[in-house]
């Protein structure tokens, strides 16, 4: 499955020597974009091995993840179960809207209740409540999704010295970290506040899936502009001069903070003149629609 590489040209890369490319990831599925895709791949086809017939996974009212799987439901033929944190608000925002319109089912927990989605106990009680489940965990993140991640790297086959990508529950960085096999440095740009926890578990992911212990990964934590689904207007100008620059429209919650971090490490010469980055763009854009009603942003810039 071909990926595009897309070099960039700005001035700030042209002064610093550094040469920086993103991996369009976010056109790899039309419906299912990004590290979504490479997450779900094998866990549908191990849902299909094993008959199921129901997907079940937990998120957030704005999460990518509930609208990647309500999606993948409906293109491969399985009924989805969303169990969303919170109350639920009427009417629907977008991602819901679109979850529901690919015919997922909703159900709400309170934030104590959904504290316990990884409890073994509390697991079975809601397998039970729909047919043949196939239980996903919250953001896709187990051993088939970073094997699905994995591939990422498979796709590079120009050289490079370092990847980027953003991190929210760690599957996807823990694949990449895998696929690399020590090849080079991996930087790691946590969404959330405080995101250094990732360190321990990408490095629990990685040797749960190779057996080995790798040393090449760096976490970024100074890029998450308050925490995870928070923005500031210098985060929201540099998104919208980077789409009017670059022609790529990068999401406010992981890609946006992961390419400002980039463009801001290379202005304090965090790397070697030569150096070669990839950027790997996870997908979101389509989580702009709720994000925008969320905090009434102006989407007038976006095509």
Known sequence: MSVLLQPLSHPVLTQKGVEVAVLREDLLHPSIPGNKWRKLNYNLRAAQEQQ????????????????????????????????????????????????????????????????????????????????????????????LAVKGCTEIVYELTQPWDVLCVAAGTGGTL?????????????????????????????????????????????????????????????????????????????DPVYTGKMLYGVFDLIKQDYFARGTKLVAVHTGGQQGWAGYAQRYGLNLDFID
């Open 174 to 250: 823990a694949g990449i970290v895998a696929g690399a096999r020590g090849q080079g440095s991996i930087l790691g740009f946590p969404a959330l506040k405080g995101g250094e926890f990732l360190q321990a578990e990408v490095a629990q992911l990685v040797q749960a899936y190779t057996g080995q212990v790798y040393k090449n990964l760096e976490l970024q934590t100074g890029y998450h502009f308050g925490g995870y689904a928070k923005h500031t207007p210098e985060l929201l100008t540099f998104i919208q001069d980077f789409h009017a620059s670059q022609g790529i429209l990068l």
């Open 52 to 143: 199921a017939q129901t997907l079940i996974t937990f998120g957030g009212a704005f999460s990518n993840h509930i609208a990647a799987v309500a999606a993948a439901g409906q293109e491969f033929g399985f009924a989805t179960l969303g169990y969303i944190r919170g109350e639920e608000t009427l009417p629907l925002n977008p991602t819901l809207q679109y979850a529901t319109g690919c015919g997922m089912e909703l159900r709400y927990l309170s934030r104590t209740q959904y504290r316990l989605r990884n409890d073994l106990q509390f697991r079975a009680e809601i397998e039970k409540t729909a047919p043949k489940p196939y239980l996903l965990p919250e953001g896709g993140t187990n051993l």
